[in-house]
Structure formats: C-alpha cells, structure tokens
C-alpha cells in the first residue's frame, strides 16, 4: 500500500491542487491528477528522492474526521469493468469517487473500516494506475464487512483476501442462494491482504467461534493464497478452504463463473498439512486391529499378541525393571 503525500499543482492542466502524489513501496514517487485524470510518473522532477520533499504536517483527529464525513456523502455506483453492482457494493457501506473530467468514471473506491463498531477510516483504491491508501486509522480495524456479518446472524463465513471478492461473494450468493438460505452465509475480508491472514486469525479466532459454527477461506488461487490458507491452518485448523474455478471470487464473476464458484463452497476441504494430525481424523482408523504382519515370531503366544511383524514397524526388545538383579 503506497502513502499519499500531498496534492499539488498540475501545470499541464492548470489544477491547483489535483495532482495527488504518492510514495510507492518500492521507494519511488508517482502522482495522478484528478482534475485530468492523467498519471504522472514523476511529480516533483525525474531526480527527485522523498528526503527533498517538505513532507506535509501530520493531520489533526478534527481534519481527519472532517475528511471521513466528507466520503461518507459521496455516492455508490457500478465499477463496470470489475462487473461490481452498486447494490452490493452499498451493502457494504463503499463509497465510490467519480472522475472530475466526465463525472461519471469511476475512478476511486472507498472501503470503509470499523473498531469496536465504529467507523475508524477508509482504505482508498486509486483503480487506474492501481494505488492503495488509507484515510483515518486501519491499525486493528476489525475485518471488512464484520459488522455487516454479525449483524445478519449467519452460521457460516466465508473469508477472503481483499474487499472485492467480499462483495463478489455476496453478489454471488445472493444470485445462487434460494431465498431461505439467503442470510445463512455471511462474508468479510481480512484487513490487510493474504500476508496479514495468520495474525488475524491468532488475534480474532475467539471472535469467529463465538458468531459462526463454521468458517471457510477463499484466497486468492495463487502462490501467496496457497501460502496464506497454510499459514491461516496452523492458528485455525477448523477452516475449510475453497478451491475457486478463476483467480478469485470478482474474477469468476468476470468470466461468468458464478454458479461454479457457488458449487465450490460446498466441495471445501480442510487443508493438508503434513505438521498436523487432528484425533478426528484418525479416530475411526485407529479402531481397526492391526492387520497381520509378513513375518513371524517363532512363539505362538506372541505372534497371537502382537499379530505378527509387520515392514515398516520398529521392535524394541527388552527386560523388565531389576530384571537382571533378578536373574544374578
């Protein structure tokens, strides 16, 4: 997630302060003009480094909540080419920032976030280039859409990685669900992507058992998601995982894959990992005798007691306590 560092002017248009500049995670720095909507690689000069930037003064709690009202009255509309439908999207309270040049592109989506019920900021989505950023404070935020999901009162969650799949997942449910089964299944996403997922499941898992009796997870299908689903199975091991048929749950809806998608939630499957072994698994198993070995031993009360010698078996032999004391 880049950090927004200020808005300037923009000479090749004439704004005054449309030019919003941002320091990348890599170091670099890269603004776009809202008044325009053109990227501007480099902002401040093609040589500039963040140490020759007068960074902004820190925002007071009273402007910072100034900034938070003014989203709340901006409007909800469809994100066309991500196939999100405004009414999903107002479900969970976003907000979506249009283009100042045509006043109908949706150019910023505002996700909002809550602690202890209350609503402590935004997560800021610049849609093209892709930039992320945050508005309020998100540190320890509860998951997206968690309100929204105790609310309801389901039994079942689904989480995933990132808020559009969250609210690809409730467009998806509420177009397969029949309508008594509408509310059974409940959705959020972790606060901060796949690589955050383990520690929210350590610092949450006790909130998840107290609303749901069942939790499943759908992460990106990728290298980071597979990691993060393994990761979340070491704090969490009760979550199912879902195998999705695209990339993730916005993308099915994309390519048209919303039925198979919805048929995924009920092919769930723990996942493996070779570090744990849960009695439940091995209950039923463990009731069964031991088969008889392809060896034998040459005393037939033995072979009687112990079935034999089985490969792959190790045999320790040995006395009893003072047995050699005993014997002297």
């Given at each position: 997630?880049?950090t927004?560092?200020?808005?300037?002017?923009?000479?090749?248009?004439g704004?005054?302060?449309?030019?919003?500049?941002?320091?990348?995670d890599?170091?670099?720095?890269?603004?776009?003009?809202?008044?325009?909507?053109?990227?501007?690689?480099?902002?401040?000069g093609?040589?500039?480094?963040?140490?020759?930037?007068?960074?902004?003064?820190?925002?007071?709690?009273?402007?910072?909540?100034?900034?938070?009202?003014?989203?709340?009255?901006?409007?909800?509309?469809?994100?066309?080419?991500?196939?999100?439908?405004?009414?999903s999207?107002?479900?969970?309270?976003?907000?979506?920032?249009?283009?100042?040049?045509?006043?109908?592109?949706?150019?910023?989506?505002?996700?909002?976030?809550?602690?202890?019920?209350?609503?402590?900021?935004?997560k800021v989505?610049?849609?093209?280039?892709?930039?992320?950023?945050?508005?309020g404070?998100?540190?320890?935020?509860?998951?997206?859409?968690?309100?929204?999901?105790?609310?309801?009162?389901?039994?079942?969650?689904?989480?995933?990685?990132?808020?559009?799949?969250?609210?690809?997942?409730?467009r998806?449910?509420?177009?397969?669900?029949?309508?008594?089964f509408?509310?059974?299944?409940?959705?959020?996403?972790?606060?901060?992507?796949?690589?955050?997922?383990?520690?929210?499941?350590?610092?949450?898992?006790?909130?998840?058992?107290?609303?749901?009796?069942?939790?499943?997870?759908?992460?990106?299908?990728?290298?980071?998601?597979?990691?993060?689903?393994?990761?979340?199975?070491l704090?969490?091991?009760?979550?199912?995982?879902?195998?999705?048929?695209?990339?993730?749950?916005?993308?099915?809806?994309?390519?048209?894959?919303?039925?198979?998608?919805?048929?995924?939630?009920?092919?769930?499957?723990?996942?493996?990992?070779?570090?744990?072994?849960?009695?439940e698994?091995?209950?039923?198993?463990?009731?069964?005798p031991?088969?008889?070995?392809?060896?034998?031993?040459?005393?037939?009360?033995?072979?009687?007691?112990?079935?034999?010698?089985?490969?792959?078996?190790?045999?320790?032999?040995g006395?009893?306590?003072?047995?050699?004391?005993?014997?002297?």
């Open positions: 997630m880049g927004c560092i200020a808005k300037i002017a923009h000479e090749e248009c704004s005054h302060d449309a030019l919003q500049t941002f320091l990348n890599d170091g670099s720095i890269s603004g776009y003009c809202f008044a325009c909507s053109t990227y501007v690689p480099h902002p401040y093609e040589n500039t480094k963040i140490m020759d930037i007068p960074l902004p003064k820190k925002k007071t709690e009273e402007e910072i909540q100034q900034e938070i009202a003014e989203i709340d009255g901006y409007q909800t509309v469809d994100i066309p080419h991500k196939r999100l439908k405004a009414s999207l107002d479900y969970f309270d976003v907000k979506v920032g249009l283009s100042e040049v045509d006043g109908k592109t949706p150019e910023l989506i505002y996700y909002p976030y809550t602690k202890g019920g209350k609503l402590s900021g935004y989505k610049l849609l093209n280039p892709k930039k992320l950023w945050s508005i404070d998100l540190k320890g935020v509860d998951a997206f859409g968690w309100e929204k999901a105790i609310a309801v009162g389901a039994k079942r969650l689904i989480v995933t990685e990132g808020e559009d799949d969250t609210i690809a997942w409730h998806i449910l509420e177009l397969m669900s029949k309508d008594e509408k509310d059974f299944t409940a959705v959020v996403s972790v606060p901060h992507g796949a690589s955050s997922a383990r520690e929210f499941f350590s610092e949450h898992g006790k909130d998840l058992n107290e609303y749901f009796k069942e939790v499943y997870l759908s992460f990106d299908m990728d290298a980071a998601g597979r990691k993060a689903v393994e990761e979340v199975s704090v969490y091991p009760k979550a199912k995982s879902i195998s999705l048929p695209s990339k993730d749950a916005n993308q099915c809806i994309i390519d048209g894959k919303m039925k198979a998608a919805f048929n995924a939630l009920f092919n769930a499957t723990k996942p493996k990992n070779s570090r744990l072994i849960f009695g698994d091995v209950h039923e198993a463990a009731k069964e031991a088969k008889y070995g392809e060896l034998t031993w040459p005393w037939e009360h033995i072979q009687r007691d112990t079935r034999g010698i089985r490969y792959g078996e190790t045999i320790y032999i006395g009893g306590v003072n047995f050699g004391a005993f014997c002297q």
